[in-house]
């Protein structure tokens, strides 16, 4: 390792091993501690491997001094007063330490479908300002603001069979409240016990680019869909999360944007249902109504119409009850 790397060492495991996921810009495949002493040689990796530790155990930034190495360990804190990841320099005592990579966690709770957001988070991937900071936030939120996501069916594949525990890393470039398009390092786990995906969100400015490559799909779906005149929701169908918006709902429905709204428990059988049935047919459709209730209002009914397309993946396409049919648009 350069002597100018920082390390990025993910801890998003509640008791699991600590891997090595970045090394400066470039991102590294889950490497257990034991292979930072290829890198460092056997004593620098032992005094780093104990840092590593002793930070994620007490949270707190740590110099190590021992001879002529320097470690020094700064935590990745995540919303529930976790630590999701530990950045990592070593070097020489007298070598000057250069700064420390950026990154922040979140949290998503797969039984509220809420993402929780860690301490400069959105500052860090939507360029926010302080005053508009919120920790939770719906998956549209973050998800929408992707533009491009290469990795999207594997991702969600995990998402869907969170009880095993898998993990999944890739790139994903995100618009910022600036409309600056940045890149990002997702390194995200599987944590059955707490039933969340943990992550950490690593910006990698390096690889920042004047004319960002866009998904070409999915921008052509935004498009379409935003002149739709009605919402569009793009699902997960063995979830049944929806988990972008690609077309706004329009009122009574627009809150559905921002707000995760309780569904009539009869009617959010049927989705799932239908969800699971088209899954297996893809290109087929289902027609449905969805009474939804945001906090602090009444229940609205919304139909519904559910396209199942090949990857998993379908459109929801929803309209207040009121604005009749969508053939009618």
């Known amino acids: 390792m350069p002597s100018d790397d920082w390390l990025l060492v993910e801890t998003l495991r509640c008791g699991g091993e600590p891997t090595v996921v970045a090394a400066g810009a470039h991102p590294r495949h889950w490497s257990g501690l034991g292979s930072l002493r290829r890198v460092l040689g056997p004593s620098r990796a032992r005094i780093a491997t104990e840092a590593v530790r002793r930070c994620h155990a007490d949270g707190r930034a740590q110099r190590t001094v021992e001879a002529d190495t320097l470690v020094v360990t700064e935590p990745v804190p995540c919303a529930y007063a976790g630590i999701h990841g530990v950045r990592l320099w070593v070097g020489a005592v007298d070598a000057p330490i250069p700064p420390p990579r950026r990154v922040a966690a979140w949290d998503w709770d797969a039984d509220t479908e809420l993402a929780h957001h860690g301490p400069g988070l959105e500052e860090l991937v939507f360029a926010r300002a302080p005053e508009h900071v919120r920790v939770i936030r719906t ?11 290469d990795g999207r069916i594997d991702y969600f594949a995990m998402v869907a069979r969170l009880d095993d525990g898998g993990q999944w890393q890739g790139e994903v470039d995100m618009a910022g409240d600036d409309d600056e398009v ?13 039933r969340r995906i943990s992550a950490l969100m690593h910006a990698i400015p390096e690889l920042d680019t ?3 490559a866009t998904d070409p799909d999915a921008a052509m779906l935004r498009a379409v869909s935003q002149r739709s005149g009605v919402g569009v929701g793009i699902i997960e169908l063995t979830s049944a999360l929806i988990y972008e918006w690609a077309g706004p709902p329009l009122p009574p429905l627009d809150r559905w944007l921002v707000e995760r709204p309780s569904v009539d428990p009869d009617d959010l059988a049927a989705l799932r249902a239908a969800c699971h049935d088209l899954a297996r047919t893809p290109g087929t459709g289902r027609r449905l109504t969805l009474r939804v209730r945001f906090a602090a209002s009444g229940w609205v009914t919304a139909q519904a119409e559910l396209v199942a397309m090949s990857t998993g993946h379908g459109l929801l396409r929803v309209w207040s009850a009121g604005d009749g049919s969508p053939v009618d648009r």
């Open 182 to 194: 940045r890149h990002f390092q997702m390194i995200t786990r599987a944590v059955p016990a707490r």
């Open 210 to 212: 004047a004319v960002p």
């Open 139 to 149: 998956p549209p939120e973050a998800f929408g603001r992707m533009t491009r996501f």
